[in-house]
Protein backbone atom coordinates (compact mmCIF):
# COMPACT_ATOMS: atom_id res chain seq x y z
CA UNK A 1 0.00 0.00 0.00
CA UNK A 2 1.17 3.44 -1.07
CA UNK A 3 1.70 6.03 2.18
CA UNK A 4 0.47 9.47 1.37
CA UNK A 5 1.19 12.49 3.29
CA UNK A 6 -0.84 15.25 2.89
CA UNK A 7 -1.56 18.27 4.79
CA UNK A 8 -4.74 19.14 7.02
CA UNK A 9 -5.97 22.77 7.17
CA UNK A 10 -5.49 23.37 11.15
CA UNK A 11 -3.61 26.03 12.36
CA UNK A 12 -4.15 25.43 15.97
CA UNK A 13 -0.99 26.26 18.11
CA UNK A 14 1.14 26.95 15.29
CA UNK A 15 2.13 30.96 14.47
CA UNK A 16 2.80 32.88 11.50
CA UNK A 17 4.28 36.24 10.36
CA UNK A 18 2.69 37.83 7.74
CA UNK A 19 5.09 40.64 6.37
CA UNK A 20 3.46 43.23 4.39
CA UNK A 21 4.40 45.83 1.74
CA UNK A 22 3.50 49.33 2.40
CA UNK A 23 3.59 50.04 -1.18
CA UNK A 24 0.10 49.70 -2.99
CA UNK A 25 -1.63 49.75 0.44
CA UNK A 26 -5.22 49.99 -0.71
CA UNK A 27 -4.50 46.63 -2.03
CA UNK A 28 -2.33 44.67 0.02
CA UNK A 29 -4.36 45.48 2.94
CA UNK A 30 -7.05 43.56 1.88
CA UNK A 31 -4.61 40.79 1.06
CA UNK A 32 -3.63 41.15 5.12
CA UNK A 33 -7.35 41.34 5.81
CA UNK A 34 -7.90 37.93 3.63
CA UNK A 35 -4.50 35.84 5.13
CA UNK A 36 -5.91 36.75 8.65
CA UNK A 37 -9.51 35.45 8.13
CA UNK A 38 -7.92 32.17 6.98
CA UNK A 39 -5.39 31.97 9.44
CA UNK A 40 -8.26 32.70 12.36
CA UNK A 41 -10.69 30.63 10.35
CA UNK A 42 -8.20 27.56 10.60
CA UNK A 43 -7.89 27.91 14.55
CA UNK A 44 -5.04 30.11 14.65
CA UNK A 45 -4.85 32.22 17.92
CA UNK A 46 -4.84 36.11 17.39
CA UNK A 47 -1.88 36.00 19.61
CA UNK A 48 -0.16 34.08 16.93
CA UNK A 49 -0.10 36.28 14.14
CA UNK A 50 2.40 38.91 14.12
CA UNK A 51 2.43 41.64 11.43
CA UNK A 52 5.50 42.97 9.93
CA UNK A 53 5.47 45.90 7.31
CA UNK A 54 7.82 47.00 4.96
CA UNK A 55 8.48 49.80 2.44
CA UNK A 56 7.80 47.67 -0.53
CA UNK A 57 7.60 44.46 -2.53
CA UNK A 58 11.25 44.54 -3.16
CA UNK A 59 11.94 44.60 0.79
CA UNK A 60 9.84 41.51 1.58
CA UNK A 61 12.80 39.24 0.97
CA UNK A 62 15.20 40.59 3.90
CA UNK A 63 12.29 41.20 6.45
CA UNK A 64 10.54 37.13 5.34
CA UNK A 65 14.31 36.17 5.94
CA UNK A 66 14.92 37.73 9.26
CA UNK A 67 10.95 36.15 10.57
CA UNK A 68 12.56 32.63 9.34
CA UNK A 69 15.22 32.66 11.17
CA UNK A 70 14.26 33.78 14.23
CA UNK A 71 12.44 30.10 14.42
CA UNK A 72 9.62 31.72 16.12
CA UNK A 73 7.08 31.14 13.24
CA UNK A 74 5.89 28.22 12.06
CA UNK A 75 5.79 29.93 8.31
CA UNK A 76 6.02 33.55 7.04
CA UNK A 77 3.42 34.90 4.77
CA UNK A 78 4.69 37.62 2.35
CA UNK A 79 2.18 39.78 1.10
CA UNK A 80 2.69 42.54 -2.17
CA UNK A 81 1.43 44.21 -5.00
CA UNK A 82 3.30 44.72 -8.08
CA UNK A 83 1.66 46.32 -11.00
CA UNK A 84 3.01 46.72 -14.13
CA UNK A 85 3.79 50.35 -15.45
CA UNK A 86 5.43 52.01 -18.28
CA UNK A 87 9.19 50.92 -17.29
CA UNK A 88 10.51 47.56 -16.56
CA UNK A 89 10.26 48.31 -12.95
CA UNK A 90 7.60 45.83 -12.75
CA UNK A 91 9.82 43.02 -14.46
CA UNK A 92 12.89 43.74 -11.92
CA UNK A 93 10.86 43.70 -8.68
CA UNK A 94 8.33 41.22 -9.35
CA UNK A 95 11.13 38.72 -10.22
CA UNK A 96 13.53 39.30 -7.69
CA UNK A 97 11.15 39.36 -5.00
CA UNK A 98 9.78 35.76 -5.97
CA UNK A 99 12.99 34.56 -6.28
CA UNK A 100 14.30 36.27 -2.72
CA UNK A 101 11.33 34.71 -0.96
CA UNK A 102 11.56 31.63 -2.41
CA UNK A 103 15.49 31.24 -1.77
CA UNK A 104 14.42 32.16 1.96
CA UNK A 105 12.05 29.09 2.10
CA UNK A 106 15.13 26.38 0.59
CA UNK A 107 17.80 27.84 3.10
CA UNK A 108 15.83 28.28 6.02
CA UNK A 109 13.40 25.07 5.93
CA UNK A 110 10.60 27.60 7.33
CA UNK A 111 7.15 27.47 4.97
CA UNK A 112 7.70 31.59 3.33
CA UNK A 113 5.02 31.86 1.35
CA UNK A 114 4.62 34.18 -1.89
CA UNK A 115 1.64 35.95 -1.52
CA UNK A 116 2.90 38.90 -3.91
CA UNK A 117 0.60 39.65 -6.60
CA UNK A 118 1.91 40.92 -9.85
CA UNK A 119 -0.41 42.31 -11.91
CA UNK A 120 -0.96 43.99 -15.46
CA UNK A 121 -3.69 46.20 -13.88
CA UNK A 122 -5.00 47.70 -11.51
CA UNK A 123 -8.12 46.38 -12.04
CA UNK A 124 -6.56 42.68 -11.96
CA UNK A 125 -5.31 43.75 -8.20
CA UNK A 126 -8.55 44.49 -7.08
CA UNK A 127 -9.99 41.30 -8.91
CA UNK A 128 -7.53 39.23 -6.87
CA UNK A 129 -7.56 40.91 -3.62
CA UNK A 130 -10.74 39.91 -2.86
CA UNK A 131 -13.43 40.73 -5.93
CA UNK A 132 -14.45 38.02 -8.67
CA UNK A 133 -10.73 36.48 -8.38
CA UNK A 134 -10.67 35.93 -4.66
CA UNK A 135 -8.40 36.73 -2.02
CA UNK A 136 -5.02 35.69 -2.75
CA UNK A 137 -3.71 36.83 0.79
CA UNK A 138 -6.69 34.31 2.15
CA UNK A 139 -4.95 31.70 -0.41
CA UNK A 140 -1.13 32.22 0.76
CA UNK A 141 -2.67 32.27 4.49
CA UNK A 142 -4.29 28.55 3.89
CA UNK A 143 -1.25 27.55 2.00
CA UNK A 144 0.87 28.27 4.78
CA UNK A 145 -1.42 26.36 6.90
CA UNK A 146 -1.14 22.96 4.90
CA UNK A 147 2.85 23.49 4.26
CA UNK A 148 3.21 24.02 8.26
CA UNK A 149 1.15 20.62 8.83
CA UNK A 150 2.98 18.30 5.71
CA UNK A 151 6.08 19.51 6.81
CA UNK A 152 5.51 18.29 10.75
CA UNK A 153 4.41 14.75 8.81
CA UNK A 154 7.56 14.72 7.04
CA UNK A 155 10.31 14.99 10.05
Partial sequence: MTKVIEGKF???GKSFAIV????NEFIVGKL????????????????NITVI????????PLLVQK??????????IALG???????????FVAGESIKGIAQVALSSGVPCINGILTCDTIEQAI???????????????????????VLSQIK
Avoid at 53 to 60: H, Q
Fill in 10 to 12: DAK
Fill in 53 to 60: YCPGSFEL
Fill in 127 to 149: ERAGTKAGNKGFEAATVAIEMVD
Fill in 32 to 47: LEGAKDSLLRHNCDIK
Fill in 20 to 23: VSRW
Fill in 67 to 76: AALTKKYDAV
Fill in 81 to 91: AVIRGATPHFE
